[in-house]
Every structure is written in structure tokens, then in C-alpha cells.
């Protein structure tokens, strides 16, 4: 089994900003893409970004391009979020996934992740 544990979470003002963590452990995995979706309550799940790991391809929701930045380490079998300027629509729980293929074309359908984190929450307030 994989286990995805998140961290960096907490409340912040409007305007702060946030490093989310993700470390993958567990048995022998071949990661090709790993993610992060947000749910606030009351709504779905919803994409926020991920990266490819074999060159890097970044992909973003639009409405958080310009403000976060994924970021992966290797060696580590880590991806990471850094949030700025953050907004109150912002606050969710924000999860972390795990693919083993490379996701070039359905990076934002959670369907496509094998492995899930436990999530973090991050609230932004106003």
C-alpha cells in the first residue's frame, strides 16, 4: 500500500501565503504524476494543480494560475504547493494524489489518481 501524507495546512489571512507538503511512502511505486484537489464544504472536489514527473509539466485551475506553483523532489517522492496571495475562496481541504501513469491529458479527473492523501486543511480568512 502507498499512504500520501499531507502537511503545511493552517489559517492565514487574506493575502498570506501557505507550502503545502506531500510525501509518498509505502510500498515500491511509480509515480508519473502527482496532484492536488481541494473540497470546501458543501461543494465537490475540485483540481487545483499537478505536475508530471518526468519533465515537469505543470498543470493549474485557472482561477489559482499566477498564484500557486507545484513543485516536485524526486529523490523524496514529494510534490509541493505554494500558495500566495490567497483568498478566502480559497479555504478547503486540500488533498494530494498519486498517479502511476502519466496524466498528460486527464491531470484534473480525479478519477485517474490511484492513491489519495488524508488531506490538510487550509482556511483563509477576510
Known amino acids: 500500500q502507498v499512504q500520501l501524507v499531507e502537511s503545511g495546512g493552517g489559517l492565514v489571512q487574506a493575502g498570506g501565503s501557505l507550502r503545502l507538503s506531500c510525501e509518498a511512502s509505502g510500498r515500491a511505486f511509480s509515480t508519473q504524476t502527482m496532484g492536488w484537489f481541494r473540497q470546501a464544504p458543501g461543494k465537490e472536489r475540485e483540481f487545483v494543480s499537478a505536475i508530471i514527473w518526468t519533465g515537469g509539466t505543470t498543470y493549474y485551475k485557472d482561477s489559482v494560475k499566477g498564484r500557486f506553483a507545484i513543485s516536485r523532489d524526486g529523490a523524496k517522492n514529494a510534490v509541493y504547493l505554494k500558495m500566495i496571495s490567497l483568498k478566502p475562496e480559497d479555504t478547503a481541504v486540500y488533498y494530494c494524489?498519486?498517479?502511476?501513469?502519466?496524466?498528460?491529458?486527464?491531470?484534473?479527473?480525479?478519477?485517474?489518481?490511484?492513491?489519495w492523501g488524508q488531506g490538510t486543511q487550509v482556511s483563509v480568512s477576510s
Open positions: 494524489a498519486a498517479a502511476s501513469k502519466a496524466l498528460y491529458f486527464t491531470a484534473s479527473d480525479s478519477r485517474t489518481y490511484d492513491y
